[in-house]
């Protein structure tokens, strides 16, 4: 009984403590080969993997160790399988699944691989394939997976952006004069992680952050100016938080500022929005405005949530365990009740998050209190708790694959 | 006996444990009243300032608090004293300083300010001015403060700057293709921020940061993309740490990237360097190629040395002992040998410090690996020790001026 185990998409602080918990599983339930693909489906393309030395993976603390190794350590890729499933590279996976007899296939990932997913396991329907599990376990920053009530790897990245404009404030804040700091943040289609910002102002009796900007919002370049304008009477420093995919409602900010570069995934790559903006103030108010792009750290953050990367190494496990005795699901995790923080695990079907966006409710944004509200009570519970990063003379040391492969 | 102590120039993670040294002193030393001027000397000439309550500041615990407390929590200025003595602000501030009975006043910041105890100092020998001592400490993440081993506040910076670097590492190693990441790092003449990048270095068996470029370094652009072709050789995924302030030797990069604006001390700004070298290499060498900028998370992020806070206090406590005896003084510390860190303290003039800048030296620049040891040998000790940041509720919590001040 042999499984492999891949990662995809953007990286995570915490898609490694899913990766330890499918291990762990492997380890716990006798699998005899635990198999690690390299850049994800690539690896099982190209017959790209390694092996897990059981010995080495208790003796090294992989197990802890994975849960604050940032970034996926299996590596990732963009690959988008054909939509078309008589193209030759599936029947080079299921050739490569059978070689190895693997019996259980989980793919670490988001949206984008829970479609490669749903597409294998079409195609194993198909062509009556059995023997073979293939599961989904989520993962990604944005926070905008279906089915589920956060994304694992969200809560690290909120705990991130939250801690950092609190630290930005007090920056911004040492000068006497009038000044607008905008902090551009992740996000394409949902504002998740511009509004995870809105934890800075947590228990501060002054705002230390005064306005988010979303993608699900409805605005016109007018109307943001209007809102900066009005809190500049009463606020020296004025800090935006704005997620990269916000665009106002006619696209004048648009037109200038964003690339039409494309992905893999035919996604746009947006760039560059909090600095035109921060132009754009400075032009219209003549008050100093600079932009800051938190930039890739906010996936990378070795500040990790310990309540995601407990919740991440449960998917990664369960995962596995699901894949023992069934195909085609993705284990989630779902909130008991508002009030007091009580998850329950459940699981999906691909169907339900490939291709799909989960974006902050209409609701929310009626008013910036209530969206301060709405997205502190949701968002506070996730960040709980800090997962100990190993120093080493002053550095944090990161688990290398090599310590527990053969 | 009353004392006022006051932070200037750009904010560090560790300017407020010189603040909490020096409120300390003058709690130990029986000081009646310690003042703390608002906005650096501004306070001082506008009678913009708060008292401590010694009850308060131990009550409230701010002498550890302050260790953790990132940016200047007495705001700071840009004010640049006039070079004519005659000018009315000095005799302004002399009135607000006798009017408070002021017997020592400490004066915390960089070369700039230093340029200020300077000035103040030269005003009290021409006006036979006695009873008052004005004496600095020093603070910079620059490290480019002339006289000492480091500047305090470099340590956290340069421990943010390399432990950053590691976790930006294992993000850009995900994807199996070639790719540059050009990380912008601050420092527009001294290139000591940019080079602690190589810390990322230290004990990995591979290269985790293969090119850093720095101001003191006299190179053209084509040896620069000589240097990234012949990296791309055998690594896939190139990390180049670059200071803003680096400049080719025909200035290639520079025509294109740096803003004409400047600063209250007729400082160049420049910003945007790393992006024009990105676009530059994708466009010459046909690869992924992307620019991070690390931007103002550098001086106020709560990953902090405790080695540096440690010094931070016991510089701003010597600072203000100093000042009940001398004026027209510096502490600063000095590293007694290379091959064990021990340091001790001494002071120096502000007249060596003000106005000038301590540069890598020209040794170290020979080649890279050379570098590379000169760098990590220097600033490994100085990064050792975390202080410990408070959370509640999974955010960090800072303490607040208004805790502590009657």
Redesign the interface.
């Known amino acids: 009984m042999n499984c492999i185990i891949a990662q995809s998409g953007g990286?995570t602080s915490v898609i490694n403590a899913s990766l330890s918990g499918a291990i762990s599983a492997g380890i716990d339930f006798g699998f005899d080969r635990i198999l690690l693909s390299?850049?994800g489906i690539?690896g099982i393309l190209g017959g790209n993997f390694r092996e897990v030395d059981k010995k080495k993976f208790k003796a090294t603390k992989a197990k802890d160790r994975l849960m604050t190794?940032?970034?996926?350590?299996l590596?990732?890729?963009?690959y988008k399988l054909a939509d078309d499933l008589k193209d030759p590279s599936y029947e080079k996976i299921f050739n490569f699944l059978k070689s190895e007899n693997i019996s259980v296939f989980i793919y670490i990932g988001g949206n984008d691989s829970m479609d490669t997913v749903m597409k294998l396991n079409t195609y194993m329907e198909d062509n009556n394939i059995e023997g073979i599990n293939i599961v989904g376990c989520p993962k990604t920053i944005d926070n905008d997976l279906n089915g589920m009530d956060h994304s694992p790897g969200f809560p690290s990245a909120a705990?991130y952006i939250?801690?950092?404009l609190?630290?930005?404030r007090?920056?911004v804040?040492?000068?006497?004069l009038k000044s607008v700091t905008v902090v551009e943040i992740m996000g394409r289609h949902a504002g998740w992680l511009a509004a995870s910002s809105l934890?800075?102002n947590?228990?501060y009796p002054k705002e230390l952050v005064n306005l988010v900007y979303v993608p699900e919002m409805d605005k016109s370049l007018d109307e943001l100016m209007a809102e900066v304008k009005a809190k500049l009477d009463y606020e020296n420093n004025l800090i935006i938080a704005l997620a990269e995919g916000f665009r106002d409602r006619k696209g004048d900010l648009d037109k200038v500022t964003f690339s039409n570069a494309k992905d893999g995934f035919n996604h746009k790559v947006v760039s560059g929005v909090g600095q035109r903006l921060a132009d754009y103030i400075r032009d219209r108010l003549g008050i100093k405005s600079r932009a800051?792009?938190?930039?890739?750290?906010q996936?990378?953050?070795?500040n990790i949530?310990l309540?995601d990367a407990k919740e991440a190494f449960s998917l990664g496990y369960r995962a596995l365990k699901l894949g023992m005795d069934k195909t085609n699901l993705i284990p989630v995790l779902r909130r008991k009740n508002q009030d007091s923080y009580e998850v329950y695990y459940t699981e999906v079907k691909p169907s339900e998050i490939a291709n799909k966006e989960m974006k902050i409710p209409k609701s929310w944004l009626k008013d910036y209190d209530t969206f301060s509200q709405k997205m502190i009570s949701y968002a506070?519970p996730l960040?709980?708790?800090?997962a100990e990063v190993h120093?080493?003379?002053?550095?944090?040391v990161?688990i290398e694959l090599g310590e527990f492969i053969k």
Do not use: Q, W
């Open positions: 990286p390299l850049n690539e190794r940032p970034s996926s350590i590596g990732s890729c963009r705990k939250g801690s950092t609190r630290a930005i007090a920056d804040d040492i000068y006497d934890l800075a947590h228990k800051v792009e938190l930039s890739i750290i996936r990378t953050s070795t949530s309540t506070l960040i709980k708790g800090e120093y080493e003379d002053g550095m944090p990161f």
